[in-house]
Every structure is written in structure tokens, then in C-alpha cells.
């Protein structure tokens, strides 16, 4: 690093390098567990150990999306050859079984229109897919990634994701050890790539993931489905979902990793993650409560969601941003003002988001008001009689299919 800022204007904008890229990015992955308490101390031993430390360093950008998506990560390391790298538990109470796995190189360059490229790729997902599906893991996870060093072309990105998916799609046949049916247990994959894996002098520092079911059929990305359908779908599969989008997060390094925005000095009072804030309720009471989310800054103001220190009571708060917050948000997002308990969730334009949102608000409400909610809805005799857990998910979907309507179907 030091070597780099003698050689680049490091207070400008200097062009991305690999080394740099995945100095920072490493990094971040081990704050993130830190934050949230997730951080083995097993894991770290192997990081310091030189034959152990590439798998482990995968690993740990696999852990830390799991451990922003709030799971309690157990290290499975050295109990048996049919351990997982990890278990993460979920706050839904399943336990997921994490395997993370990492090409070493390529003896065929990246080419899409090369039969030996393709050839390679998929018997290296066939084999990792068929190891994995060995151990016979239950809530399997496998995580793969390509380390293709290559930059790929914008165009042939879908064109490389569609035939991974495929890969994906044909290894569902293979059978494994001497199991009644012989097929291999269903799994979650995820299969990712980072340039600078693979070649740390790169300068693309381009990034890619798929997340596909295996042998899971009601998770097949390439569906179209109705909304009403892809909701269901969604709440199925809502923990990986949420790990999907975490690891987004991993990704998307900020430029100071205890969110103090760039340009503002240490003893300067920022609008932070955790401070206290005193506010006027509706009613013009006084109150005070603690920054939990600052969830869309835009111009020289921010919407912050404050917790009301006595009771659960939540606001939402537009707060005034100094001239260096608001510059510092403009480039960076909500990052710079600290890190909530998870990645920040646009609802915008996106129906699923919407829903999720729903969910989150009626998850407040009491049962009388979600059943005068769905008033003058025609099925209304039957959904005032769900209980209230059933009713929060009609009450959800229902809103959600009025604010995306006229659109009748979708992907899951």
C-alpha cells in the first residue's frame, strides 16, 4: 500500500488495481465479521498460515455476507472430511451448511466460442458440485469461485451466467454414493468470479455472481411466475435471498470501514449510526432515541430511523447534512455514516423490496389493524379469520400486488 500512494495522487481518484482492490476488500469482509460478532478465532489461524490462507480468504468474503445477514456462524474446521468450511444459523432457526471453494487456475483461457474452455468449466462445477454433494449435507450452501483473470466482455456476461446455470442444471443428474435414489442432496449454489483472484496486477476489477437452486424446483431463476407465485417462492427461500444481497454489500467496499465520511476530521460531530438524537414527535413533544438506519441520503438532508429510547417506538426523521456529509454520501451512500445490521435496501422500483417493506412494517401491527386493513377486499370473511402470523403475509402481498399492478407475472 505504501509503495502504491508513493506512485499515485491517492487524495484523487487513482485507477483501481487488483492487489489494491483485494487489499480493501479482504479487509472489509473481516470488519464485517468483527461487527457483528462472527469472527473465528479458527479461521484467523488458518489466514495466517500461508499453505491454508487463499481457500480461507474465500472464505471469508462467503462468511462475512452470512454474518451481515445476522447468522451465527459456527467454524466446522478439522472435526471431519464431511464438515462444511462453516455452519451459519439464521435468524429463521435453520442451520445452513457452508461449503466455500476456490479454482486455483485454468489450463484454457477465458473464450466462450472455445469448446475447451467450456469443456473445463464444466467439469470443474461437475466435480466441486459432486464432492460437495457428498458429504450429505442437510441446508447445504456450496459456493464456487472461477478466479477467471480474464476480462469479460459486457456482452458475454449473461451469455457465461446462462451457461453456468446450465452446468448447474445437467450436474443435478449425477449420483452419488449408495443413497436409496442415488441423486445428490438439493443445494443452494452460488458461483462467483473476481478478476483480481486470479491476476493481481488487473485492473478491470470486474465482479460477478450467479445464485442458483439446485435440485431446488421451485428456485429456477429463468422462471416467469406469477407475482402472487413469486412471493411464495421468495418467503421460501428468503434466507439466501438476504445472503445474496449482503454479499453485494461484501462487495461494495466503502472508503472508510467505520463510516466516517472522507474529508471530515476525526473530532468533527457526523451524523452517525448509534449516536443519540433528539427530535419532536407529531405532537411537538420532546424526545430522544438512537440512530438504528440512515436510509436514503439524498442532497443535503438524510431520512434517519431513530429508536425511541424509552419503549419501541420508531420514527423517521429527515436530518440536515453538512456540506462534507453530503458530499461524502453522494459518492459513497449510507456507508459513510456507519454500518446498520445490514445492507441498505433500496424499495425503490423494485416489487420485491416492496414487499419485503410490508412485511417489515405490519410485523408492528396489531391484529385489529391488519384486519381493517383488508376491509372491502372480496375475500375478506376468510383472511380476518387467519392467525396472525398468516394474516401479516396476506396483509403484505396484498398491498404489494396494488402497488406493482398492471404486472401479472414475474421472476422470482
Not at 483501481?16 to 483485494?22: D, L
Not at 449510526?273 to 438506519?293: C, F, M, N, P, V
Request: with cysteine; charged share 25%.
Amino acid at each position: 500500500m505504501n509503495d502504491y500512494q508513493k506512485l499515485h495522487d491517492t487524495m484523487g481518484a487513482p485507477r483501481p488495481i487488483g492487489y489494491v482492490s483485494s487489499f480493501f476488500q479482504f479487509a472489509y469482509a473481516l470488519y464485517l465479521m468483527e461487527h457483528n460478532d462472527q469472527l473465528p478465532k479458527s479461521l484467523i489461524s488458518r489466514l495466517r498460515q500461508p499453505s491454508h490462507f487463499f481457500p480461507a480468504a474465500y472464505e471469508t468474503l462467503v462468511a462475512a455476507a452470512f454474518a451481515l445477514a445476522g447468522a451465527k456462524i459456527k467454524d466446522a474446521v478439522a472435526k471431519s472430511d464431511k464438515a462444511p468450511e462453516f455452519w451459519a444459523t439464521m435468524s429463521s432457526g435453520r442451520t445452513y451448511a457452508v461449503e466455500a471453494k476456490r479454482k486455483n487456475a485454468w489450463k484454457n483461457a477465458y473464450d466462450l466460442k472455445s469448446d475447451a474452455f467450456k469443456r473445463e468449466l464444466r467439469s470443474w462445477l461437475r466435480d466441486k458440485i459432486y464432492d460437495a454433494s457428498a458429504k450429505n449435507l442437510l441446508h447445504a450452501v456450496y459456493w464456487f469461485e472461477l478466479s477467471i483473470g480474464s476480462e469479460i466482455p459486457s456482452g458475454e456476461q449473461l451469455e457465461l451466467q446462462a451457461l453456468i446455470q446450465g452446468y448447474i442444471r445437467e450436474a443435478e443428474s449425477i449420483t452419488v454414493g449408495k443413497k436409496a435414489n442415488g441423486l445428490s442432496v438439493p443445494a443452494y449454489v452460488f458461483v462467483t468470479n473476481h478478476t483480481h483472484f486470479a491476476d493481481e496486477e488487473d485492473l478491470t476489477i470486474q465482479r460477478m455472481m450467479v445464485l442458483e437452486g439446485f435440485r431446488i424446483d421451485d428456485f429456477r431463476t429463468e422462471d416467469f411466475v406469477s407475482l402472487e407465485e413469486a412471493m411464495e417462492r421468495r418467503d421460501n427461500h428468503r434466507d439466501m435471498i438476504w445472503v445474496y444481497q449482503c454479499f453485494l454489500e461484501v462487495e461494495a467496499v466503502p472508503s472508510t470501514f467505520d463510516g466516517t465520511p472522507p474529508g471530515i476530521g476525526e473530532t468533527a460531530e457526523t451524523l452517525r449510526i448509534g449516536k443519540t438524537l433528539r427530535y419532536r414527535r407529531a405532537d411537538g413533544s420532546a424526545a430522544e432515541g438512537k440512530i438504528e438506519d440512515i436510509v436514503a441520503p439524498l442532497g443535503n438532508a438524510a431520512m434517519v430511523i431513530v429508536k425511541n429510547a424509552v419503549g419501541e417506538e420508531r420514527v423517521m426523521l429527515q436530518v440536515p447534512l453538512t456540506t462534507e456529509e453530503a458530499r461524502a454520501a453522494a459518492v459513497y451512500g449510507a456507508a459513510v455514516f456507519g454500518k446498520p445490521e445490514g445492507p441498505f435496501r433500496d424499495y425503490r422500483d423494485d416489487v420485491f423490496g416492496i414487499y419485503d417493506r410490508f412485511l417489515e412494517i405490519f410485523s408492528s401491527y396489531p391484529r385489529e389493524s391488519l384486519v381493517s386493513l383488508l376491509q372491502g377486499h372480496p375475500d375478506y370473511e376468510e383472511l380476518s379469520g387467519l392467525d396472525s402470523g398468516k394474516l401479516r403475509i396476506r396483509a403484505a402481498r396484498e398491498f404489494t400486488k396494488s402497488a406493482a399492478a398492471p404486472s401479472p407475472t414475474c421472476r422470482p
